[in-house]
């Protein structure tokens, strides 16, 4: 069999590559994963990441080992990475946060043509369907779900309270005109609808729903 396009790999880049690449029905796609296809319960319902992320035993998760490091008396690091379709984002804590603008101004200023905030960000609101809406910095219909927090522990809400104590600035948008603060995060998650409260991981968002697609493999 031949394809147009062979994607390696069902993360977070290859879901949503496999599906934009796929909209043209007069190209083929093949995407390989060695994972499952991240459907599971445990990927579905975010406390699923309690038996996911420590590896033990590795379900939906390559755990990774580097080298030993000098830095660290010869131990070596531990690198959690999905295995499954949605790759790490079948298996993370959800937090929606894009980076910092300075980071990607700096990134084009370094030779990286395309690549400044504001070449960056139509793609970020064109990929966000925040359940706050539309406006300058957010997309409210895009395949990635976002929502608040449903059930923040309260000891979240004590620390919040604790940081305005010591004069650090409340935050409720860390993807805001303002980064620095302390708030609640926007989490990778269904909000209303069947599917409520469960994780949107990069395959739940742009893969899953067009797999039916006769030139998707």
Known sequence: MRYDYVIAGGGSAGCALAARLSEDPSKTVCLIEAGGEGRDMLIRAPAGIIGMLSGRPRINNWAFETVPQQG?????????????????????????VRGHRSDYDEWANLGCEGWSWDEVL????????????????????????????????????????????????????????????????????????????????????????????????
């Open 72 to 96: 660290l008396g010869g131990r070596k690091g531990y690198q959690p990475r999905g295995k499954a379709l949605g790759g790490s984002s079948a298996i993370n804590a959800m937090l929606y």
């Open 122 to 217: 139509p793609y970020f609101r064109r990929a966000e369907g925040n359940e706050r809406g539309t406006d300058a910095l957010h997309g409210g219909d895009g395949p990635l779900k976002v929502s608040n927090q449903r059930s923040p522990r309260p000891i979240a809400k004590a620390f919040i309270e604790a940081c305005a104590e010591n004069q650090i600035r409340a935050s409720d948008d860390f993807n805001g005109p303002e980064q620095e603060g302390a708030g609640y995060f926007q989490v990778t998650q269904f909000a209303g609808g069947a599917r409520n409260g469960e994780r949107c991981s990069t395959a739940a968002a742009y893969l899953h729903p067009v797999m039916q697609r006769s030139n998707l493999t």
